[in-house]
């Protein structure tokens, strides 16, 4: 077997499709990938994607996406979830299987048969700039019950899950999109804090763990982000018992390749003991590389790689009864009025006519965002300050990779100092801290994110008059 079959390139879509991508399709699956990670599109496109790549193959492949807050987060006409902290904060264990289910049976409705989720960071950090929502929480105990019961929901309904980012994201105060993060701290700390949820994920039969492209001093000292480091990939197998996929994170990632170029890191990678690349922007260069790795190792992440397919690389899309996705809308819906709450103040009475301005700390970078209209049309309200009415101000501030901090920006908190102390209600579409960095004595109801279900779920508790 070719050691391409370490190697998944990334397929984007654009305008909903992926005619664009034929060429590299073609070159890929010649060269012999192990298959693809898909982002953005349609039900439709992308589960005639699959269909057109297992075809061409003629081979099972692993096909794989970004699902921390359910299929809709990537693929339009599927359903979004809410995120991992707004699971963690109701702590339904019987919530999370759910949300973990609807992803793997969705997933796996349009051929996908690899959700990379859930995330097991910690939520330990206020600087972090990229974890925030996206864990659990920070209690490892619970953030290990959530991502047992979430692997379990998805992978008994077909779809592989992958426990992220080993050994832990949380403690990083820079971004790996950006740069290499150092954590510091002792192993054992580390071990017995950071590492639990993912002990709690192999006991729990998760397929695949996503190693970090972030370095951690106090247990190698050789400076190696994880992915790179033997004694930190070595502790997943040897005293964790793990015996599925170890991947990389994305190569696209400036962590990946702060210590060399992308064909050597990605040879570094297989090297010290992980099982296949995700996402390398120059994958043939990678490919060509893996010439470097020892044979026995070589052989061994091809090994697990042919089993993890062989698992799991078989989903095919197809007709599904449509009641499906209705059921799981409303269930996300419920989830979702479930975890819009007050963290400051006290419901305020909305009497009469309202406006709605917005404070949006997610714009610029490289990645579009969520509509921002979904709030204001759920109300049947346009957005655009009144005068003379109460004043609702949203605020939206998810984790991005190109902010670089956890925080509110200056203009954002400019812009918040001169609205915020007159509104009647502040809704945040963000981390619930970050209520402390919003004047005034204002109600703030906190949405989470600014996905539409949640900007949803904010409107009617809002139409409700919270």
């Known amino acids: 077997m070719t050691r391409a079959r370490l190697v998944l390139p990334a397929l984007r879509a654009r305008q909903g499709g992926f005619a664009h991508e034929r060429a590299k399709i073609t070159a890929a699956l010649a060269a012999g990938v192990g298959g693809f990670i898909l982002f953005g599109g349609t039900r439709s496109a992308v589960t005639a994607l699959t269909r057109a790549l297992r075809r061409q193959a003629d081979r099972p492949l692993l096909l794989g996406s970004d699902l921390e807050r359910g299929p809709g987060q990537q693929f339009r006409g599927l359903t979004e979830l809410p995120p991992p902290g707004a699971l963690g904060f109701l702590n339904d264990l019987d919530a999370t299987y759910a949300a973990g289910m609807i992803t793997g049976t969705e997933a796996r409705a349009v051929g996908l048969d690899w959700a990379f989720a859930p995330v097991c960071d910690l939520d330990v950090e206020p600087r972090n700039p990229i974890v ?35 050994p832990g994201h949380g403690r990083t105060t820079t971004d790996s999109h950006e740069g290499l993060p150092v954590v510091q701290g002792a192993a054992a700390e580390l071990q017995s804090a950071d590492v639990a949820p993912f002990a709690a994920a192999v006991q729990a039969g998760v397929g695949s763990v996503m190693s970090a492209f972030v370095a951690y001093p106090g247990w190698d000292d050789s400076g190696a982000a994880a992915a790179f480091s033997r004694p930190i990939l070595g502790f997943l197998r040897d005293p964790l018992g793990f015996k599925g996929l170890v991947v990389t994170d994305a190569f696209i990632m400036a962590g990946a390749t702060a210590a ?127 005068p003379g009415v109460s004043r609702v101000i949203l605020v939206y501030a998810e984790p991005r990779s190109w902010k670089g901090r956890g925080d509110l920006g200056a203009r954002s908190l400019a812009q918040l100092a001169r609205v915020a102390p007159s509104a009647a209600l502040v809704v945040l579409c963000g981390h619930p801290r970050l209520a402390a960095q919003i004047p005034g004595e204002a109600p703030i109801l906190c949405a989470w994110h600014g996905q539409a279900l949640m900007q949803r779920a904010a409107a009617r508790r809002v139409g409700q008059r919270v």
């Open 132 to 166: 925030q929502t996206r864990s659990f929480g920070p209690d490892p105990a619970r953030v290990g019950a959530h991502a047992a019961r979430w692997i379990a929901g998805c992978q008994e309904h077909g779809v592989m899950a992958c426990a992220k980012h080993y």
């Open 260 to 386: 060399q170029a992308e064909g050597p890191a990605g040879a570094a990678a297989i090297a010290a003991g992980c099982d296949a690349l995700l996402y390398p922007t120059d994958w043939e260069a990678v490919i060509r590389a893996l010439d470097a790795v020892p044979v026995e190792r070589a052989e061994e992440a091809l090994a697990r790689c042919e089993e993890a397919v062989n698992t799991w690389g078989r989903a095919e899309g197809g007709e599904v009864d449509p009641q499906m996705f209705i059921d799981h809308q409303q269930f996300a819906d419920g989830l979702a009025d479930r975890a819009v709450h007050l963290v400051r103040g006290e419901a305020p009475r909305l009497a009469g006519p309202f406006s709605i301005e917005i404070v949006d700390d997610d714009v610029g970078g490289p990645y579009g965002i969520p509509p921002r209209d979904v709030f204001a049309k759920t109300l049947g309200v346009t957005p655009a300050p009144r």
